[in-house]
């Protein structure tokens, strides 16, 4: 494995591996790797010849600064880790090295990013894009791995792929649960341990309204006995739950009409902000 910390040593060593004609998977992260992380990085591998992982922890992407500041770093175990599962390069760039200056760019991703992620965090989605735009220029990978957990963040990069011509295919894997049902994510980190026993009602939330909508009953009344749940566990505080089409993320208020419908969260505990979706028809 090797290490690799400017755009220049990225370039070097992929062009060789395009010379060669093999296929590039790239699995863009923050770091604070956990087996959400390493199942994209298996399935890159079963689908690519060469795989490279970049951990960049992105300020543009943080409307709340105690936020970044506080997000989990741990290089070192980080890549320990990659160098287990055979990766091939890890891109490890400086903030001066993505961002040699302030971006001026502001992305319009649309009604896309006027709601949930979008309207809680002004300016995230934006960030995301010129990150991403970045990377992707940067490594020009075949593939790219992204987890399902963040499906808003996925649409959003679906869109940017499509609209400026990226030439990558965007692969989507399923989201990774801890067996209580807890989405992995590296902001697990962060949660003390009776934090960590309240974090699954998030999900035992999500599957409650499935089951009850796939039953056949009414959504506002759903949401209402998940806010009853919430204000239960008063360590808890819900800060939406939605019911919204996967395809353009325009909110619904039934199950007619589309197909491709999921109920997404947001949920905070003390200082820290988890998110999680869940499928209606798997």
Not at 58 to 78: R, S
């Amino acid at each position: 494995m090797k290490l690799l910390r400017t755009k220049q040593e990225v370039h070097h060593h992929l062009g060789i591996s395009r010379i060669n004609n093999t296929t590039i998977g790239f699995v863009p992260t923050m770091g604070a790797l956990h087996d959400g992380h390493l199942d994209l990085v298996k399935k890159a591998k079963e689908n690519s010849d060469v795989i490279i992982v970049s951990i960049f922890v992105n300020p543009t992407q943080f409307n709340n600064q105690k936020d970044f500041e506080n997000y989990p770093k741990t290089l070192n175990k980080d890549l320990d880790l990659l160098d287990k599962t055979g990766v091939d390069f890890v891109f490890v760039p400086s903030n001066q090295e993505i961002y040699s200056s302030v971006p001026s760019l502001v992305i319009d991703f649309g009604s896309i990013d006027k709601v949930l992620e979008g309207a809680f965090r002004p300016g995230h989605f934006n960030g995301v894009g010129i990150v991403v735009s970045k990377l992707l220029n940067i490594v020009k990978p075949h593939k790219t791995f992204f987890g399902q957990k963040d499906l808003q963040q996925v649409a959003i990069i679906k869109l940017l792929v499509e609209d400026l011509s990226f030439d990558t295919e965007i692969v989507i894997i399923p989201t990774v649960r801890e067996e209580d049902g807890l989405a992995m994510s590296s902001r697990n980190l962060r949660l003390d341990p009776e934090q960590r026993k309240i974090a699954p009602l998030i999900y035992k939330a999500l599957t409650f309204a499935k089951d009850e909508l796939l039953a056949g009953h009414n959504w506002f009344e759903i949401r209402q006995k998940v806010s009853v749940m919430y204000v239960h566990e008063p360590h808890l505080r819900l800060e939406y739950f939605e019911l919204i089409s996967s395809d353009n993320f325009e909110l619904q208020e039934s199950l007619k009409g589309t197909t491709n419908i999921a109920i997404c969260t947001a949920a905070y505990l003390g200082e820290i902000r988890l998110i999680d979706n869940i499928s209606i028809f798997d």
